[in-house]
């Protein structure tokens, strides 16, 4: 992400501090689930054990891995396959050499790629914040964390009892260059002993063939991502648009069990269509800093401030929405109104 001029002129070391977290009150809302967006991303570098541990602490239902695969088809949890921002590979001498510039879902990405590396590689490397300008504090965490495998991510939920929310990444892109994901990422899963709708897995993709291809692999649940513009990266002449509407709500139904709708999109029309349809629907990214709040939401100035948050979310409650996306599990658990259980 880049900040406009403007805000970098006006990011600054203090700002307005966020209004106490209220929980709502409604049936509704607390039964919401709070899935925590790459770990509790907003305090640690994310895709981080310390990212998922502290987002376990801080009451987050689901803990959410991006996935993407090494040259050794291990699934390892980085929000895109291209790691300069996430890690220190651009530093690492010894891996100059690997960057390249590749076509991702139609664009021309540069830099250093997971599946370019096998996993003993990858595991040298060392995460760093990915938003230094707007998280500094997180970047005194930099270098302290490896890149964590799926394996590893299901082993810490089922130790303290939470769901995953794995996200498969580029799959058309994967299955191009013969890395697909669908049957690692359910083998791992059926191991961990989640087959079913009631265990606590959602699978999410923006992509459509990706979810269907993963319907006829397990029963487990599904969400159908969905942004605020384009369209999904397999499916360029159908529109993310077109998926809002009740006609294409009910065609995601016939392979998905839910929406994970950009929270720019959501009405309470959308939430009731989608209702209406059997979907559940869990908007995301709910994050605390100015820079993401709307202006009416925002306290102070700087960018980098912590604005009312706990608001934003309890108006999306109020809609009705099913769960939670945010950086901030801890203050999306105790606006929900669960209980939290930092120590």
């Known amino acids: 992400m880049k900040l406009s001029a403007a805000c970098l002129l006006m990011l600054m070391p203090v700002a307005g501090c966020a209004e106490e977290s ?31 541990e502290l987002a376990i602490a801080q009451g987050a239902d689901f803990i959410e891995p991006d996935l993407v695969p090494t040259s050794d088809g291990v699934l390892v949890a980085r929000h895109e396959n291209e ?10 001498p010894e891996f100059a050499g690997r960057r390249t510039t590749k076509a991702i879902d139609g664009k021309q990405v540069t830099g250093w790629f997971t599946e370019d590396f096998t996993l003993a590689e990858l595991k040298t490397l060392r995460a760093k914040e990915r938003l230094p300008q707007l998280r500094p504090a997180n970047t005194g965490y930099d270098g302290r964390f490896e890149v964590p495998t799926l394996a590893e991510v299901i082993a810490l939920a089922q130790k303290h009892g939470v769901g995953i929310y794995p996200e498969t990444k580029h799959p ?3 299955a191009s260059i013969g890395l697909p994901l669908e049957a690692r990422l359910i083998e791992q899963l059926k191991a961990a002993g989640w087959t079913r709708r009631s265990d606590p897995v959602f699978i999410q993709s923006f992509e459509v063939d990706n979810l269907k291809a993963l319907r006829k692999l397990t029963d487990l649940s599904l969400i159908q991502l969905i942004d605020k513009e384009g369209a999904p990266a397999d499916r360029a002449v159908e529109s993310y648009a077109a998926m809002r509407t009740p006609a294409g709500l009910k065609a995601i139904a016939t392979y998905a069990d839910g929406i994970g709708p950009n929270k720019d999109v959501v009405t309470a029309e959308l939430v009731e269509a989608a209702h209406a349809a059997g979907l559940k629907v869990h908007p995301w990214t709910f994050r605390a800093e100015n820079y993401f709040l709307p202006m009416r939401r925002w306290s102070g100035v700087n960018p980098r401030g912590r604005g009312d948050l706990p608001g934003e979310i309890a108006a999306y409650l109020d809609m009705g929405v099913d769960g939670i996306f945010s950086d901030f599990p801890g203050v999306a658990a105790q606006t929900v109104g669960k209980t939290h259980n930092q120590e």
Do not use: C, L, M, Q
């Not at 409604?26 to 709070?34: G, L, M, P, R």
């Not at 790691?83 to 690492?92: F, L, M, N, Q, Y």
């Open 22 to 52: 209220k929980p709502v009150t409604s049936d509704a809302a607390h039964n919401a689930i709070v899935i925590a967006h790459r770990g509790a991303s907003g305090e640690r570098p994310e895709h981080t054990i310390a990212a998922y």
């Open 172 to 174: 058309g892109y994967f």
């Open 83 to 92: 790691i300069s921002g996430t890690t220190d590979v651009a530093g690492r």
